[in-house]
Nanobody
Framework: VQLQASGGGLVQPGGSLRLSCAAS????????MGWYRQAPGKQRELVAA???????NYVDSVKGRLTISRDNAKNTVYLQMNSLKPEDTAVYYC?????????????WGQGTQVTVSS
């Protein structure tokens, strides 16, 4: 199983980006999916998560600006990022709880850099 993240880049404050993360491999089902971020010198933190049924939760600092969604047919999770702030600068990682023929465990994507700067 692999998670391939894309969509990061450099954007000015107030701008937008859309991150995508597609899971591939011998997947039976995917439970929760989420996005984490890690800024330099800080611990990795959960930004947003979504259940297989579409229930979402967000860290307080991104509520109203970032939106997580998923396409179950494509095994893909998205993070729409609007009104970006310099403090959103970090490496963003996707995570998914995936059931395969070997059981269920969490998988990580490779990370994608988001830089918010003028």
């Amino acid at each position: 199983v692999q998670l391939q993240a894309s969509g990061g880049g450099l954007v000015q404050p107030g701008g937008s980006l859309r991150l995508s993360c597609a899971a591939s491999g011998n997947i039976f089902s995917i439970n929760a999916m989420g996005w984490y971020r890690q800024a330099p010198g800080k611990q990795r933190e959960l930004v947003a998560a979504i259940t297989s049924g579409g229930r979402t939760n967000y860290v307080d600092s991104v509520k109203g600006r970032l939106t997580i969604s998923r396409d179950n047919a494509k095994n893909t999770v998205y993070l729409q990022m609007n009104s970006l702030k310099p403090e959103d600068t970090a490496v963003y990682y996707c995570n998914a709880d995936i059931r395969t023929g070997w059981g269920t465990r969490g998988y990580w994507g490779q990370g994608t850099q988001v830089t918010v700067s003028s």
